[in-house]
C-alpha cells in the first residue's frame, strides 16, 4: 500500500495492527483520524475486520483432542526427565536439594567428618517441598542437625580463608558480611557455603560452640517483606529469625534460647539497622 | 544438581503437551507426525534447560524448539513450503460424533484456516490463537514484525472475502481488538 503511505494514509498493516491492538497511542490516534474523516480508510477497516473469526474458539477442540496421557507417558519415559510422581506419593518427610551455586575455596569440606556431612547432604531426596515463606527455615534447621562438633573440629581456623569467603557470600547476597557484622563472641567461625534454595541464594555461616556444638546463620534472599526477631524451635534446635530489605536472617543451634537470643540481637543491629 | 531453570522446564513440559502438541498438528498437518516432533522437542527441551532463564515465557521458549526442529526436518525432507496442504477435514476438523452448531462454526473456521497458505496460516494461529504479540511472533517465526503484520493483513483479506462478518462502516466507534492477551 505505497500509495496509501504517501498519501499518508493508514495502510492494510496499519489498519491490522490498529484492530490487534499493536499501535503506540499515537499511531492508534493518527488512524482514529483518518477512520472519522475518510470512507476510504473506513472501507478498508471494514474488509480486514471481516476476516476475524472466532479463532481461539474454533481451536479449542484441537487442543482437548490431544494425546496428553500418551505424551505424558513418552515424557516419563525420558532418560533426561525425572518425574516425581513416585517423590510425590511417599509421605516421608522430604528435603528439598540445596544447590551448590559456588564452592568457596575453603567451603569445600576437610577431614573425615566433613566427607561424611557431604555424602550425607548429597543423598538427600530432590523433590521440592511446599513453598512457604518459613520452608527454607524447616529445611536448613534439618540439614542443622547433620553437622556434629567432630566435624568442625576437623576444619583448620583459617581467618583470611574465612574473610575471602565473607566478602564472596557479601556480593552474592548483596549484604555487607563482614568479619566484625558476623561475629559472634566466643564462637569461632569455621566455614561459609553459599548454597541456593528455590533459585534464590541462601548464605550459611557456621560457628562452634564449645558447649552447645554448632551454630549457623544463614541469610537468605528471598525478597519476603521486613519483619522483626522471632524465635521458634525446630528438630530439637532453637532458632531466630527476622527478615530486612528482602534478606531473611536466622541463627540456629542446639545452644539454649536464652543464650541464642543476645547473639542474634547483636547480629540483627549490626546487619540490619 | 539441579537449577531452578532446569526445573521450571522439567516441570513446564508436562503443563504444556497438549499446546505443544497442537501447534505440532498445524505445522505438520498430521497427528500422528505431531506426536513425534512434541516428543523430539521435549527431548531437547530437557537437553537444552541449562539454556533457558528462569521467570521467562517457557512456552515461547519450547515452541520455538519445537519450530527448529520441524524445519529442519523440512529441509533435510525438500519439502517446499507452501505444498502439501493436508485434506483439512483429516487435520484440524473436531473429531466429535455430535456435531451441533458450534462445532460446525469451528469446523467452518478450522477450514478456512487450514485454505490459508502455510506462512499466513501459522501466523495467525500463534497471534490469534496462542496470543503471541506481533513483536514475539516476529522473533519465534524469524522474520521482521512488518511481515507478521502483512501476513495477518492478507489472511484477513482472503478470510473477508469468503464472508464472515459484515462490518458497519458508516459507524465512527472505534473497533476494540478480538485478540487473547
Known amino acids: 500500500m505505497s500509495d496509501a503511505e504517501a498519501l499518508g494514509r493508514p495502510s ?12 503506540s497511542p499515537y499511531r492508534r490516534d493518527w488512524v482514529a483520524a483518518h477512520l472519522a474523516a475518510d470512507d476510504g480508510v473506513r472501507a478498508c477497516l471494514a474488509r480486514l475486520a471481516n476476516g476475524a473469526r472466532p479463532f481461539r474458539e474454533a481451536f479449542e477442540p484441537l487442543l482437548a483432542q490431544a494425546p496428553v496421557a500418551r505424551l505424558a507417558t513418552m515424557l516419563d519415559g525420558l532418560p533426561t526427565y525425572r518425574p516425581t510422581r513416585a517423590e510425590r506419593r511417599s509421605s516421608a518427610p522430604r528435603w528439598p536439594r540445596l544447590g551448590l551455586v559456588a564452592a568457596c575455596a575453603a567451603g569445600l569440606f576437610v577431614g573425615a567428618g566433613a566427607d561424611r556431612l557431604l555424602v550425607a547432604m548429597r543423598a538427600t531426596v530432590t523433590e521440592q517441598a511446599e513453598e512457604q515463606p518459613d520452608e527454607w527455615r524447616r529445611v536448613v534447621a534439618g540439614y542443622v542437625t547433620l553437622y556434629t562438633p567432630e566435624t568442625l573440629a576437623a576444619i583448620p581456623d583459617d581467618s583470611a580463608a574465612r574473610r575471602r569467603e565473607l566478602a564472596g557470600l557479601s556480593a552474592k547476597l548483596d549484604v555487607p558480611l ?21 533459585g534464590k541464594p541462601l548464605g550459611e555461616m557456621v560457628y562452634a560452640d564449645p558447649q552447645s556444638g554448632p551454630v549457623m546463620l544463614c541469610v537468605f534472599a528471598d525478597g519476603e517483606a521486613d519483619a522483626a526477631p522471632r524465635q521458634e524451635r525446630r528438630n530439637g534446635l532453637n532458632i531466630v529469625y527476622w527478615s530486612a530489605k528482602g534478606r531473611a536472617f536466622m541463627l540456629v543451634g542446639r545452644m539454649a534460647e536464652a543464650d541464642l537470643r543476645p547473639l542474634a540481637d547483636g547480629i540483627y543491629r549490626r546487619l540490619t539497622l | 544438581m539441579m537449577l531452578a531453570d532446569q526445573r521450571e522446564v522439567r516441570d513446564g513440559l508436562a503443563a504444556y503437551l497438549s499446546r505443544l502438541w497442537r501447534y505440532a498438528v498445524l505445522l505438520v498437518g498430521r497427528h500422528d507426525a505431531a506426536e513425534d516432533l512434541v516428543q523430539a522437542t521435549c527431548v531437547r527441551a530437557l537437553e537444552r534447560s541449562h539454556q533457558f532463564i528462569a521467570g521467562s515465557r517457557l512456552d515461547r521458549w519450547l515452541f520455538a524448539i519445537l519450530r527448529s526442529i520441524w524445519l529442519n526436518d523440512l529441509r533435510s525432507r525438500r519439502v517446499r513450503e507452501g505444498e502439501g496442504v493436508e485434506d483439512a477435514e483429516a487435520v484440524l476438523v473436531y473429531d466429535g460424533a455430535a456435531r451441533i452448531e458450534t462445532d460446525m462454526l469451528a469446523a467452518q473456521v478450522l477450514r478456512e484456516v487450514q485454505a490459508l497458505p502455510q506462512a499466513q496460516r501459522e501466523t495467525l494461529f500463534l497471534v490469534y490463537v496462542e496470543g503471541l504479540t506481533y513483536r514475539e511472533a516476529a522473533q519465534l517465526l524469524g522474520v521482521p514484525i512488518g511481515t507478521v503484520m502483512s501476513r495477518l493483513a492478507s489472511a484477513r483479506e482472503r478470510l473477508g472475502k469468503l464472508g464472515g462478518k459484515l462490518g458497519a462502516p458508516a459507524e465512527q466507534k472505534s473497533i476494540s481488538a478480538a485478540r487473547p492477551r
Open chain 1, 12 to 23: 492494510d498493516t496499519d489498519l491490522v495492527a490498529y484492530l490487534d491492538g499493536e499501535l
Open chain 1, 178 to 198: 563482614s568479619a566484625y557484622d558476623t561475629a559472634l563472641p566466643g564462637l569461632a567461625l569455621k566455614w561459609t557455603q553459599l548454597l541456593q534454595y528455590d
